[in-house]
């Protein structure tokens, strides 16, 4: 049986995913990673590779069940064992609930939560036999904060964070450990795409209002927040368990723009 231990990340092709599986191979992991990007997946492997860790590729949509079930039969057919299960990859519309469809719905729905509840149940079946294993959420600071413009993607998230109390209430006498990470701003391709509805890129425009909200006054990187959520995976945190964390820089916890507190103390707070 290997005996190093095995991660599972998903949406690890680029972003938050393939940092969070190169921090993981860093630490002596192997790592099982998913996404429907094979060809920046392949670059993400052969980073791990050369750490002298076992990257296996497992290319598909993780929107089909039957795929996602495949690469988790894989990862204990290859590495014999699962330790800790990154629940990363998301989908989503930027839209209000009036423009939603149907489909663009079921589809987040399935991406952000179905996925993570099946992918969670089937890991879950490994690790309970061996008393110990780590399931870790991504999940967002808009399941609290509503913007009006992704209902599907927030109501999704929600659902995560109630979910990570039930799994972790149901597997937590077997051992396992389940958190759910609210993420605020992190600097990643899904902070760029954001356009109006002529076909202007207003993420520009989003940034700039969001460091506006957030005391550290940046958004976050993607390789310090997989160096939290590794260490959230790690005996560090071995007595946290049914919990929803913000990493967010402080914004959830601040109620103004740090321009407008400049305006009303210049001398007390920066205006950029």
Same mark, same amino acid.
Do not use: F, H
């Given at each position: 049986m290997n005996s190093r231990p095995v991660v599972i990340v998903?949406?690890?092709?680029?972003?938050?995913?393939?940092a969070t599986a190169l921090e993981f191979a860093n630490r002596g992991y192997e790592c099982v990673l998913i996404d429907r990007n094979g060809t920046a997946m392949?670059?993400?492997?052969?980073?791990?590779?050369?750490?002298?860790?076992?990257?296996?590729?497992?290319?598909?949509?993780?929107?089909d069940l039957a795929f996602a079930e495949s690469a988790v039969t894989r990862c204990v057919q290859e590495l014999g064992r699962i @330790?800790?299960?990154?629940?990363?990859? !998301?989908? %989503?519309?930027?839209?209000?609930?009036?423009?939603m469809q149907a489909d663009e719905w079921d589809q987040t729905l399935r991406v952000c939560l179905t996925v993570p509840a099946f992918l969670a149940k089937w890991c879950a079946a490994e690790m309970e036999p061996a008393k110990r294993g780590v399931i870790l959420n991504i999940s967002s600071i808009q399941a609290k904060l509503a913007?009006?413009?992704?209902?599907?993607?927030?109501?999704?998230?929600?659902?995560?964070?109630?979910?990570?109390?039930?799994l972790a209430t149901l597997y937590g006498p077997s051992g396992v450990r389940v958190l759910s990470l609210n993420l605020g701003?992190?600097?990643?391709e899904m902070s760029a795409d954001y356009v109006s509805? @002529?076909?202007?890129?207003?993420?520009? !425009?989003? %940034?700039q209002f969001a460091e506006g909200m957030i005391p550290l006054r940046r958004f976050g990187r993607a390789d310090e927040i997989a160096r939290s959520i590794a260490m959230l995976a790690s005996d560090d945190a071995s007595y946290m368990t049914g919990a929803c964390l913000e990493i967010d820089g402080g914004w959830t916890h601040q109620s103004s723009p740090y321009p407008l507190k400049n305006k009303q103390f210049p001398k007390e707070f920066p205006s950029s």
């Open positions: 998903t949406g690890a092709a680029q972003g938050l995913g393939a392949k670059a993400v492997a052969a980073d791990i590779e050369k750490l002298g860790r076992r990257a296996i590729q497992c290319v598909g949509d993780l929107s @330790d800790v299960l990154v629940n990363n990859a !998301a989908w %989503r519309k930027i839209g209000t609930m009036r423009a913007s009006g413009i992704s209902p599907a993607y927030i109501a999704a998230k929600g659902g995560l964070d109630s979910l990570t109390y039930e701003a992190i600097d990643t509805e @002529d076909g202007e890129n207003v993420s520009d !425009a989003i %940034r």
